[in-house]
């Protein structure tokens, strides 16, 4: 299943940031700030998706770099919590893997988020490493995901909660 | 995400002809009925004004674990204890704002029925235009299908929503057995009303609905201010002071958060804080003239403490059911309201009578609920998987869950009760609201026997039955009834059928604290009744 624009833009929703449909969202959320270069950190960030979301969605970069624009604009101190989270992602795998994350194949990422901890650590935005990086990365991108038609649609909820689909999907059987 | 950073003006008016305690729906009606007929009201509220535009990253905090309190209730401020048999976890159970616990309400609202007013000094007549007001002012949408409501004179101010696909599952058993299904009335909107959205599906109306189009008291709350009304946010009334004679209230006494103590002076008080801190703040007004808390002489403030507990019981059927698309329920049944040990007989089966042992059931009402089971995007998040395996567990998780409510109601016990708790006090050094609260065997009767047709009825339908909430594993739902309670006897009971206190001759009190039973329905409608029905009287002495 496709993720489109109009789910990124869904998503955003949910997460109170209202964008007009022609608005731009376009670049990089993750400014100049060492050790990582912007590109990096979004690289990251989707080599996190890559392990989160199932294999089935397609239009990932574009939805998740329109998701993190629109979330970090005018937040800076969200911004700041991604970024750390996802330095502290490759900080963890130079050590162990002398990689960053984004650098390791899609087995070996999966199986660093589960030796970090993440998949069981509380979501946590002033917590541990694994807690904040459960929260600020794996959360981030779930909870757009699944509050996002599309999202919802991949588990069979075509209005999720979160998404303003409307009074009426409540009505309708499985068949329509 | 607060209000917004200058600092308002908290200090007192210097002519106010009524002075509202509370601002919740019971406060803001109360204020805004009096503002616009056009006397100098002031609003003292102990929580902060919510910014409405924050609404959607609230919902983000309920769907989203790790963000804390979608209302920033919890800590110093809001600390309570409890000393019953079974925990009371009150700050579940209420929000300090402007728009009080109606910010995080579910929002069906039904008018009691005409039996649930045997033991009040007052009757279902007494408050029935009372009732079509308050159907006006918070929006419900309704549908007149219901044979077991009590009288109406006119439709619902809105259309009542379409009955869910899950209504029409359930439908199927209850037309076999012989139970009713009708409509619930929501104050809700179907469609624009009074310049608020209409319902778009957000599915978490319960704590919060972005869309504003749930009702919520801060609505009212912008209404009085409109019509001239004042209102101080993060004002907590520490005490009222009264007269030499001890017949009148002279002020307010509040706290503003500079650290400054004020008092706000008027003709008549309003107490609208609330079924637990109404009490707690007449208790904490004690003087020489009222030793044992203010307006007290009967004894009754705090006592006689109800709550209206949930039964239910729920699992997995082997078809889609369609849940969690919107957060409010569109089906109840009432059959056994009234006589709750009756049975029923259908096309195909029966509920048998009621054959238990011991105390007889009383009165509650069965919901069929539209949002059984986990939603998919907090199962995800709290999930310790993730790609196609957390997928498949979504699919597994979701999609074929099926549940039914019920609310059962309390007796009035004198050893259920709101006192003040002398070892640990607020974030003003006052003592904090210690309850005192109970289940009797009536209750578990009634619990059990909701349970009994619950699961009747699930049966029928061949649910597999996973969960059930019944007389050990139930719960409050957040209904705070009886500490001040109305009556015609100044020794048994706190309010008159006016709802001013017998003892003080300008102190009224709008809430659920005046109830004198629980009745087994919902109870803010009945709030609002009473609230704009005390604005009346209050009127009448000024
Ligand atoms: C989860 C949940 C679901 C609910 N669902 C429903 C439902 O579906 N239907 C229904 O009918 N009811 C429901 N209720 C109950 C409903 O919310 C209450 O009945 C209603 O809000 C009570 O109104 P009130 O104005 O009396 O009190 P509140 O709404 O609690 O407002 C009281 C206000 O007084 C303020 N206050 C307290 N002490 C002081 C003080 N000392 N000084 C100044 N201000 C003070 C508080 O800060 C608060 O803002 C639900 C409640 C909860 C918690
Ligand atoms: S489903 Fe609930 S939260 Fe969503 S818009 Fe309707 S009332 Fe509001």
Same mark, same amino acid.
């Not at chain 1, 833009?9 to 109170?16: D, I, K, P």
């Not at chain 2, 003006?9 to 002519?15: I, K, Q, V």
């Not at chain 2, 402007?98 to 008018?111: D, E, I, N, P």
């Given at each position: 299943m ?5 789910d990124a ?8 940031v209202?964008?007009?449909a022609?608005?731009?969202?376009e670049?990089?959320p ?15 960030l ?5 392990v ?17 624009l629109g ?7 969200y ?8 330095d502290?992602l490759?900080e963890?795998?130079r050590?162990?893997?002398d990689?960053?994350?984004r ?10 988020l ?6 069981t650590?509380?979501p ?5 490493d ?7 990365a794996v959360?981030?991108?779930l ?9 919802g649609e991949l588990?069979?909820?075509?209005n999720?909660?979160?998404h303003p689909g409307g009074a009426?999907?409540y ?6 | 995400?607060?209000a ?16 509202v305690?509370g601002s ?9 009925r009096?503002?616009?007929?056009g006397?100098a009201?002031?609003v003292?509220e ?8 924050d609404?959607t990253?609230?919902?983000e905090r309920?769907?989203?674990p790790g ?5 920033e ?6 600390d ?6 079974k925990y ?9 704002g ?14 009691f029925?005409e039996s649930?007013f045997?033991?009040w000094?007052?009757d279902y007549?007494d408050?029935?235009p009372?009732y ?6 918070l929006?419900?949408?309704?549908a ?17 929503f ?6 029409s ?5 209850c037309?076999r057995l ?6 619930v009335?929501n ?6 009303y ?15 609905c ?6 919520s ?7 009085a201010?409109d019509?001239g009304?004042?209102?101080i946010?993060?004002?907590p009334?520490q ?12 002020a307010a006494?509040y706290?503003?958060?500079d !650290?400054?103590?004020h008092?706000?002076?008027?003709? *008549? %008080?309003v107490?609208a #804080? @609330? ?6 703040l /007449? ?13 007290n002489t ?7 403490f109800m709550?209206h507990l949930?039964g239910g019981?729920?699992?997995?059927l082997?078809?889609?059911t ?5 957060g409010f ?8 309201y009234?006589?709750?040990?009756r049975g ?6 029966e ?6 042992? !011991?105390?007889?059931?009383d009165r509650?009402?069965? *919901? %069929?609920?539209?949002y #059984? @089971?986990?939603s998919p995007?907090?199962m995800? /998040?709290?999930?310790?998987e993730?790609?196609?395996?957390l ?5 597994e ?10 609310l ?6 004198k ?11 607020d ?5 904090v ?8 065997d009536?209750?578990r009767a009634s ?5 009994e047709i619950q699961?009747a009825i699930?049966?029928?339908l061949?649910?597999?039955i996973?969960w ?10 957040f209904?705070?009834m009886?500490?001040?309670?109305m009556?015609t006897d100044?020794d048994?009971?706190?309010?008159n059928?006016?709802?001013?206190t ?5 102190l009224s009190?709008?809430?659920?604290s ?9 109870p803010?409608l ?14 009448e002495?000024?």
């Open positions: 496709e993720l489109t624009r109009r833009l869904a998503a955003l929703a949910a997460g109170g209202a964008v007009g022609g608005a731009m969202l670049g990089n993750f400014g100049e700030n060492a050790p990582a270069s912007p590109e990096d950190r979004l690289d990251t989707l080599a996190v998706a890559e989160v979301y199932p294999s089935e969605v397609s239009g990932i970069e574009e939805f998740v770099r329109t998701y993190a979330r970090t604009e005018d937040r800076d101190d911004r700041e919590g991604i970024v750390e989270a996802l502290t490759d963890y795998t050590t162990w893997h990689a960053d994350f650098e390791l194949d899609a087995e070996t990422r999966e199986s660093v589960d030796q970090m901890g993440v998949d650590a509380d946590d935005p002033e917590g541990t694994r807690e904040r990086v459960r929260f600020f959360n981030e991108l909870y757009a995901l699944y509050t996002s038609p599309t999202g588990v069979g909820i075509e999720p909660q979160g009426s999907s009505q309708r059987g499985p068949d329509g | 995400m607060s917004s950073d200058e600092t308002p003006d908290r200090t007192p008016s210097e002519r106010a002809d009524v002075c305690v919740g729906p019971a406060g803001a009606l109360t204020a805004h009096l503002a616009e007929r006397y009201v002031v003292l102990a929580g902060e004004r919510f910014d409405f535009e609404r990253r609230r919902m309920a769907i989203r963000l804390g309190s979608v209302w209730m919890g800590g110093e401020r809001d309570y204890t409890s000393a019953g048999e009371y976890p009150l700050n579940a159970a209420r929000v300090k402007v728009g009080g616990t109606t910010l995080h309400w579910q929002g069906m609202v039904m008018r029925h649930d045997e033991p000094p007052i007549e408050l029935r009372y079509a007001e308050a159907e006006a002012a929006g419900v949408a309704g007149d299908d219901n044979p077991f409501a009590p009288p109406r004179e006119d439709p619902f101010p809105m259309a009542g379409e009955p869910s696909y899950s209504d599952v359930f439908a199927e058993a037309e012989g139970v009713a299904m009708h409509s009335p104050a809700r909107n179907s469609e624009g009074d310049d608020r959205s209409a319902c778009v599906g957000y599915g978490t109306c319960k704590p919060v972005p869309s504003g189009a749930k009702y008291a801060d609505h009212h709350v912008e209404k201010e019509e009304a004042r209102v946010d993060r004002a009334v005490r009222l002071e009264h007269d030499d004679s001890g017949e009148r209230v002279t006494v706290a503003t958060p !650290g400054e103590t008092r706000q002076e008027a003709r *008549e %008080f107490l #804080a @609330g079924g637990v801190e109404t009490p707690r /007449l208790l904490l007004s004690e003087s020489d003239e009222y030793p044992d808390g203010l307006a009967s004894g009754a403030v705090g006592r006689y709550d949930f019981a729920g699992g997995t082997d078809r889609e369609r849940q969690n698309h919107v329920i569109t089906s109840e049944c009432h059959q056994f009234d006589d709750p040990a029923a007989s259908g096309t195909d089966g509920i048998p009578a009621w054959s238990g042992e !011991g105390p007889e059931p509650f009402k069965l *919901e %069929f609920l539209n #059984a @089971g986990p995007v907090e995800a /998040l709290s999930g310790n993730f790609g196609d395996d997928l498949d567990s979504l699919r998780g979701y999609g074929n869950s099926i549940a039914m409510g019920g059962v109601g309390q007796r009035p016990r050893q259920n009760r709101i006192e003040l708790d002398p070892e640990t006090t974030d003003h050094g006052n003592p609201p210690k309850i005192h609260w109970h289940l009797d009536r209750t619990l059990r026997r909701a349970n699961h699930l049966d029928d061949g649910v597999d996973s059930t909430v019944g007389p050990d594993e139930t719960g409050p739902a209904h705070h009886g500490t001040t309670r009556g100044p048994s009971s706190v309010v059928t006016r709802l001013r017998h003892d003080l001759r300008n009190v709008a809430s659920s005046v109830f004198v039973t629980s009745g087994a329905l919902n803010t009945t709030i609002a009744a009473l609230a704009l029905k005390a604005a009346d009287h209050v009127e002495r000024l």
